[in-house]
């Protein structure tokens, strides 16, 4: 679209698809992703005084930001055309706010919205100093845009702007994430989550936002929901897109490894996760040894995914198949502590003692994952008679 | 120290501290004032530049710290309320990060020793919350810096620069910057946190490899796994100030071994003795394990008689204790902390 063509024929063709309220190709004519970008006849050091005058308040404003940054684009200056993206978000938002009972250029919202993250984080990677500054500050024009969207609520259900918020949240939660600042997340899914329009939302933006709650809640060691989110984004993903796949898979695996189902070799291979089969393995056989061998090898991808750290949570639940095998093996409903303690020594941890070894088997009691008491005076474990070591799926 | 326009003030309305007048001199520092929208704070003549702040702290920390013909508390406030004034001068001239970081470390120290020092104090003489408030901002504002000298770094292609002071070539200066130190402390303040141990698992590995700093990593995993043994363990191993953030942490930690103890050893006839309990858990003495027991609503006769019914979930922690064992059962001196 606009590939081609004079300025004023930009300019009108714009002006007609605001006056008919055709947000879709609004949104493409104000893109950066679209192939008038390339049209060198749009291109001018002097946008704002072609433009000025020639077209309608308030389109004419997004317009010269929009070509403004296209120039600076082209000329590879990132942190200009993220000035200007920023200034155009803002005009967009001026033009939501006086669009009243309306939701039809919510498209162009989410076209503007996204480049400027685009360009964000274009800007970041050039700047080596600004560690994610640029970034905030583009949160902060995203939220103007949500701010104007949550705060339509006199709207009738189908035309108001609250339909945008999800698309908002979503881009945020993106930078959130990328500059590490995940506290900011709260507020925005308890927006979402206590929403009317909670299932309504398309379910490409659903599962994105799912995604990211559920890493979320992995990393608040709230292994349940972050279970139900990841699961319902790895159902519903597109069964082509697998490279989202495999990255819901890189925290659903780990998930659920803690909530005791391993994950099957054919699946692994399937996304290219092979990394995680040593430790499904090492887990399984509760080998100590073999799970630090394991994070050693692959530290960098477990660092780079976040994951690392739940990685070495993994080994709670080695440490109860290990201590599950134990049992089977002394076939009796009292073993000496010496017996854990041993088995901890030959599968990697030397340096455990009889203390620690009971501190061990307390927290397993504790979490439920071993049925028993521990007897100080006589350095034994009771287990029940019937399941001692229940199966871990069926605890939570 | 001091601006003149706030020394003819202070001396007019009589708003001299205590601390302030030596011998039958007076020695004012500037005080802390909040930026109100009418004030201009940013105004030249009233900032003190770098060299100025430097001295202040030092003197603040070195001079008026060691007074000990007036009560902790007092000093608390007045340090406290004076180093948030040189804060203030620092943010308001931007000052290099390189620089920040020579000043925030002696009060992240500050900040640090005081919360260990204060512990036993009441609510309405010491806030721990507020003063933990005011430790994280300096602590984050110090990283910040560093992060930035580390990119400043990859850009210059100095690889080998850990950071040290005769960079910056002082010569008066009586305190070190630590950044492993600070680094550590940002450890332990959140050790119920996960994010500081994702920032550590990104740092640059000549910082990760130093062994302080992997010792407070290892016991913030042992603490995660609720290992109590391995945490109480290692935590002999810990420097003064590190020390001191352990002890103000101890009482969350026995409370939640407790916890977790009487499920494990939960039991009507068997009991676990009192001395293994204040081993495994760092007790002063078995008068302690029996009043922390009783606190959480456990039976004390020969041993503690574990129940995880009768435990009390929904009580407060009880209070850290000064004289601990791991600080040889002396309470550490602000001198010490200040020069390591």
């Known amino acids: 679209?606009?590939?081609?063509?004079?300025?004023?024929?930009?300019?009108?063709?714009?002006?007609?698809?605001?006056?008919?309220?055709?947000?879709?190709n609004l949104a493409r004519l104000l893109s950066l992703r679209d192939d008038h970008i390339n049209n060198?006849?749009?291109?001018?050091?002097?946008?704002?005084?072609?433009?000025?005058?020639?077209?309608?308040?308030?389109?004419?404003?997004?317009?010269?930001?929009?070509l403004c940054c296209v120039q600076a684009l082209s000329v590879k200056d990132f942190m200009e055309a993220y000035h200007h993206q920023s200034q155009c978000v803002a005009a967009v938002v001026r033009l939501l706010q006086a669009q009243k009972e309306e939701n039809w250029s919510l498209s162009l919202m989410y076209t503007v919205c996204l480049d400027l993250r685009l360009v964000a984080q274009k800007a970041e990677l050039c700047d080596a100093q600004s560690n994610g500054k640029i970034l905030e500050k583009?949160?902060?024009?995203?939220?103007?845009?949500?701010?104007?969207?949550?705060?339509?609520?006199?709207?009738?259900?189908?035309?108001?702007?609250?339909?945008?918020?999800?698309?908002?949240?979503?881009?945020?939660?993106?930078?959130?994430?990328?500059?590490?600042?995940?506290?900011?997340?709260?507020?925005?899914?308890?927006?979402?989550?206590?929403?009317?329009?909670?299932?309504?939302f398309p379910l490409a933006q659903q599962i994105t936002y799912r995604y990211f709650v559920g890493r979320k809640a992995m990393f608040d060691s709230d292994y349940r929901s972050a279970d139900e989110y990841l699961s319902f984004a790895f159902q519903n993903c597109h069964h082509q897109s697998i490279k989202n796949k495999r990255l819901i898979l890189t925290y659903l695996i780990p998930v659920k490894m803690l909530l005791g189902f391993m994950p099957a070799k054919r699946l692994l291979h399937k996304y290219d996760l092979l990394q995680f089969w040593d430790l499904v393995t090492a887990?399984?056989?509760?080998?100590?040894?073999?799970?630090?061998?394991?994070?050693?090898?692959?530290?960098?991808?477990?660092?780079?995914?976040?994951?690392?750290?739940?990685?070495?949570?993994?080994?709670?639940?080695?440490?109860?198949?290990?201590?599950?095998?134990?049992?089977?093996?002394?076939?009796?409903?009292?073993?000496?502590?010496?017996?854990?303690?041993?088995?901890?020594?030959?599968?990697?941890?030397?340096?455990?003692?009889?203390?620690?070894?009971?501190?061990?088997?307390?927290?397993?009691?504790?979490?439920?994952?071993?049925k028993g008491y521990i007897s100080y005076q006589h350095k034994k474990v009771v287990v029940s008679k019937q399941n001692a070591f229940p199966p871990l799926s069926s605890l939570y | 120290m001091c601006p003149q326009d706030e020394i003819w003030l202070r001396k007019r309305e009589k708003l001299i501290h205590i601390l302030e007048v030596v011998g039958d001199n007076f020695k004012l520092v500037k005080s802390y004032s909040r930026s109100a929208a009418d004030a201009n704070i940013a105004v030249p003549s009233l900032l003190r530049p770098y060299s100025v702040l430097k001295k202040t702290v030092n003197y603040l920390l070195h001079e008026v710290g060691k007074q000990t013909n007036v009560p902790v508390i007092v000093i608390y406030d007045f340090l406290n309320d004076r180093l948030r004034a040189v804060r203030q001068d620092m943010t308001i001239q931007r000052l290099l990060p390189e620089q920040c970081m020579e000043l925030l470390e002696?009060?992240?120290?500050?900040?640090?020793?005081?919360?260990?020092?204060?512990?036993?104090?009441?609510?309405?003489?010491?806030?721990?919350?507020?003063?933990?408030?005011?430790?994280?901002?300096?602590?984050?504002?110090?990283l910040s810096c560093a992060d930035e000298m580390d990119r400043l770094n990859r850009c210059f292609n100095t690889h080998k620069t850990a950071l040290s002071l005769d960079l910056l070539n002082l010569e008066d200066s009586k305190t070190m910057c630590d950044r492993v130190l600070v680094e550590c402390l940002y450890i332990l303040c959140n050790i119920e946190n996960y994010q500081p141990l994702v920032r550590y698992l990104g740092l640059p590995s000549y910082i990760k490899r130093n062994p302080r700093l992997k010792l407070v990593y290892e016991i913030a995993i042992a603490n995660i796994k609720n290992d109590f043994i391995r945490v109480c363990r290692l935590s002999h191993r810990l420097c003064p100030l590190t020390t001191c953030v352990f002890v103000i942490y101890l009482p969350?930690?026995?409370?939640?071994?407790?916890?977790?103890?009487?499920?494990?050893?939960?039991?009507?006839?068997?009991?676990?003795?009192?001395?293994?309990?204040?081993?495994?858990?760092?007790?002063?003495?078995?008068?302690?394990?029996?009043?922390?027991?009783?606190?959480?609503?456990?039976?004390?006769?020969?041993?503690?008689?574990?129940?995880?019914?009768?435990?009390?979930?929904?009580?407060?922690?009880?209070?850290?204790?000064?004289?601990?064992?791991?600080?040889?059962?002396?309470?550490?001196?602000?001198?010490?902390?200040?020069?390591?």
């Open chain 1, 138 to 200: 583009a949160a902060e024009s995203l939220l103007a845009c949500f701010r104007v969207c949550a705060a339509d609520n006199r709207t009738a259900d189908e035309d108001t702007k609250r339909l945008g918020m999800l698309n908002l949240v979503n881009q945020l939660l993106k930078v959130y994430f990328r500059i590490n600042k995940l506290h900011l997340c709260k507020p925005l899914i308890r927006a979402i989550d206590s929403s009317p329009f909670k299932d309504q």
């Open chain 2, 106 to 142: 002696p009060i992240i120290r500050f900040h640090v020793y005081f919360a260990y020092r204060l512990c036993e104090k009441a609510i309405n003489e010491f806030d721990p919350v507020l003063n933990n408030k005011l430790l994280l901002e300096c602590v984050k504002w110090f």
């Open chain 1, 283 to 370: 887990v399984k056989n509760g080998n100590l040894r073999e799970i630090d061998h394991v994070m050693e090898e692959h530290e960098s991808f477990f660092i780079r995914a976040g994951i690392y750290l739940i990685v070495e949570k993994l080994k709670i639940i080695a440490y109860r198949n290990l201590f599950r095998k134990v049992y089977l093996a002394e076939n009796t409903h009292q073993i000496d502590i010496v017996s854990f303690q041993a088995a901890l020594q030959i599968m990697g941890q030397v340096d455990v003692d009889s203390d620690e070894t009971q501190c061990i088997v307390a927290n397993l009691i504790y979490d439920g994952k071993i």
């Open chain 2, 252 to 340: 969350r930690l026995q409370r939640n071994s407790l916890l977790i103890m009487s499920s494990a050893y939960n039991s009507k006839q068997l009991t676990v003795p009192t001395t293994i309990l204040q081993d495994w858990m760092l007790f002063n003495s078995v008068v302690d394990v029996t009043e922390c027991c009783k606190h959480y609503g456990l039976n004390v006769d020969n041993g503690v008689q574990f129940n995880k019914l009768s435990f009390k979930c929904d009580i407060e922690a009880h209070k850290p204790k000064l004289n601990n064992r791991l600080t040889g059962g002396q309470i550490i001196n602000l001198h010490e902390v200040l020069t390591y």
């Open chain 1, 1 to 24: 679209m606009m590939a081609t063509g004079t300025l004023n024929q930009y300019i009108q063709y714009v002006e007609r698809m605001f006056r008919t309220a055709n947000g879709e």
């Open chain 1, 40 to 66: 060198k006849n749009l291109r001018s050091s002097d946008i704002a005084t072609l433009v000025e005058g020639n077209c309608v308040a308030p389109l004419d404003e997004i317009i010269i930001y929009h």
